[in-house]
């Protein structure tokens, strides 16, 4: 009587135990950092925690350009910091969509499959990394900022609170914001490239016959479509408000008499986050269809050349290697049919995340400064209607 009470008391309460067997090998640091993640942000999290999390980042989100519209008088002055958050706020509902909708590629479901906790390292350091760098640039491009226009406009000055405020509201949805990333949309990214790689190194070896090799592929392939198809839609949202908010600071820096070098610092790294940040992840994952086929497509017996350098065990096994035949020549045909078939690559607008992406959005943040520095510089054009005469005061 008693045990099958136990057993149902343990169903009943422990919403984490899959979570926590998935985990229970690594380290106790790591193993402590996903036990806490996992029940406000991971695939099995109760909805009241997501809420508190959500809230809570929207919450600390919209403090500091609330506080700065408060102390320069006027929320257009804080209008592309505005834009910024709503940004960020949408890639977090987006990530914590991927977590539900994907939950067998997180970490705290599919640790083991990845592999070692090596690489789990790398996104931990990672993570603090891209806290204290994007802390580190939110606050003094906004504090400065506000600094020179209380001076510019002899305004009275911000008080400690403002400050304390500021960099509170910074640390907090950084922390909050990177973690989940790094959690998330990096570690499904590295998950698909450990996937592919092992793939990869099997067909190298010749250590996997044509029927595994299909249904391994199939078996992960399709897992791969679900993540890149949900990963390509939320990347598509996330880029378009993205280039909305960087070019609103290009606007201020060019147009708008409280033009400040931190509008042109912010513009800068969107585009830096758009053309390299963001295709870190997912571009190897586009590069790789592209080296299976070309691997599979080359492996066909290649004759060695002797070399007297070699050890006669050595050259033997390289023989071995290089010589052997992937199955025939119809199987390979038919693998690569299959791969074009099944091929589904992370795509934003149209364009592979990769290197014509990179180039796509580097020529479009280019082109747009060059057209505001134009018809400002040369053409006089003093800003939309809305903006014009609004700020007299502060151009006096």
Same mark, same amino acid.
């Given at each position: 009587?008693?045990?099958?009470?136990?057993? +149902?008391?343990?169903?009943?309460?422990?919403?984490? @135990?899959?979570?926590?067997?998935?985990?229970?090998?690594?380290?106790?640091?790591?193993?402590?950092?996903?036990?806490?993640?996992?029940?406000?942000?991971?695939?099995?999290?109760?909805?009241?925690?997501?809420?508190?999390?959500?809230?809570?980042?929207?919450?600390?989100?919209?403090?500091?350009?609330?506080?700065?519209?408060?102390?320069?008088?006027?929320?257009?002055?804080?209008?592309?910091?505005?834009? $910024?958050?709503?940004?960020?706020?949408?890639?977090?509902?987006?990530?914590?969509?991927?977590?539900?909708?994907?939950?067998?590629?997180?970490?705290?479901?599919?640790?083991?499959?990845?592999?070692?906790? =090596? !690489?789990?390292?790398?996104?931990?350091?990672?993570?603090?990394?891209?806290?204290?760098?994007?802390?580190?640039?939110?606050?003094?491009?906004?504090?400065?900022?506000?600094?020179?226009?209380?001076?510019?406009?002899?305004?009275?000055?911000?008080?400690?609170?403002?400050?304390?405020?500021?960099?509170?509201?910074?640390?907090?949805?950084?922390?909050?914001?990177?973690?989940?990333?790094?959690?998330?949309?990096?570690?499904? +990214?590295?998950?698909?490239?450990?996937?592919?790689?092992?793939?990869?190194?099997?067909?190298?070896?010749?250590?996997?016959?044509?029927?595994?090799?299909?249904?391994?592929?199939?078996?992960?392939?399709?897992?791969?479509?679900?993540?890149?198809?949900?990963?390509?839609?939320?990347?598509?949202?996330?880029?378009?408000?993205?280039?909305?908010?960087?070019?609103? &600071?290009?606007?201020?820096?060019?147009?708008?008499?409280?033009?400040?070098?931190? *509008?042109?610092?912010?513009?800068?790294?969107?585009?830096?986050?758009?053309?390299?940040?963001?295709?870190? @992840?997912?571009?190897?994952?586009?590069?790789?269809?592209?080296?299976? =086929?070309?691997?599979?497509?080359?492996?066909?017996?290649?004759?060695?050349?002797?070399?007297?350098?070699?050890?006669?065990?050595?050259?033997?096994?390289? *023989? =071995?290697?290089?010589?052997?035949?992937?199955?025939?020549? !119809?199987?390979?045909?038919?693998?690569?049919?299959?791969?074009?078939?099944?091929?589904?690559?992370?795509?934003?607008?149209?364009?592979?995340?990769?290197?014509?992406?990179?180039?796509?959005?580097?020529?479009?943040?280019?082109? &747009?400064?060059?057209?505001?520095?134009?018809?400002?510089?040369?053409? +006089?054009?003093?800003?939309?209607?809305?903006?014009? +005469?609004?700020?007299?005061?502060?151009? $006096?």
């Amino acid at each position: 009587m008693i045990a099958p009470e136990l057993k +149902g008391d343990t169903q009943k309460d422990d919403r984490f @135990s899959h979570t926590q067997r998935n985990i229970a090998g690594l380290d106790p640091r790591i193993r402590r950092y996903l036990d806490v993640t996992a029940r406000f942000v991971g695939p099995n999290a109760p909805p009241g925690n997501i809420c508190i999390v959500v809230l809570t980042y929207i919450c600390f989100g919209f403090t500091a350009p609330l506080s700065l519209s408060l102390v320069l008088g006027s929320w257009r002055y804080a209008l592309p910091y505005w834009l $910024s958050i709503c940004c960020n706020c949408i890639d977090f509902f987006g990530m914590i969509w991927l977590s539900r909708s994907c939950p067998e590629s997180t970490p705290w479901l599919h640790i083991e499959e990845h592999g070692s906790a =090596r !690489a789990f390292d790398g996104l931990f350091e990672h993570t603090v990394f891209s806290i204290v760098l994007m802390v580190s640039a939110l606050s003094i491009f906004s504090l400065t900022f506000v600094y020179r226009e209380v001076d510019r406009r002899d305004l009275d000055p911000p008080g400690v609170a403002f400050y304390f405020t500021t960099l509170l509201s910074y640390t907090l949805m950084a922390t909050i914001h990177m973690a989940t990333d790094n959690l998330i949309y990096e570690f499904m +990214g590295q998950g698909i490239q450990h996937e592919q790689r092992v793939f990869a190194e099997k067909i190298r070896a010749r250590s996997i016959d044509f029927e595994t090799a299909m249904k391994s592929h199939r078996k992960f392939n399709t897992k791969q479509r679900n993540i890149v198809s949900k990963v390509s839609l939320e990347l598509n949202i996330f880029v378009t408000l993205a280039c909305i908010a960087s070019f609103s &600071f290009c606007y201020e820096y060019f147009v708008m008499p409280h033009s400040h070098w931190g *509008h042109l610092a912010n513009f800068i790294v969107f585009g830096v986050m758009l053309c390299i940040i963001l295709p870190f @992840s997912w571009g190897p994952v586009n590069e790789n269809q592209d080296a299976l =086929r070309i691997l599979v497509a080359e492996s066909v017996g290649i004759d060695v050349a002797s070399d007297n350098t070699m050890s006669a065990e050595t050259l033997e096994s390289k *023989h =071995r290697k290089e010589e052997e035949e992937l199955w025939d020549a !119809a199987k390979r045909a038919q693998f690569l049919i299959h791969l074009q078939n099944t091929e589904y690559k992370c795509r934003i607008f149209g364009w592979e995340v990769g290197p014509p992406f990179i180039m796509e959005i580097g020529f479009l943040f280019a082109s &747009f400064a060059f057209l505001l520095w134009q018809v400002t510089q040369l053409s +006089g054009w003093q800003g939309f209607s809305f903006d014009k +005469g609004t700020y007299e005061e502060s151009s $006096s």
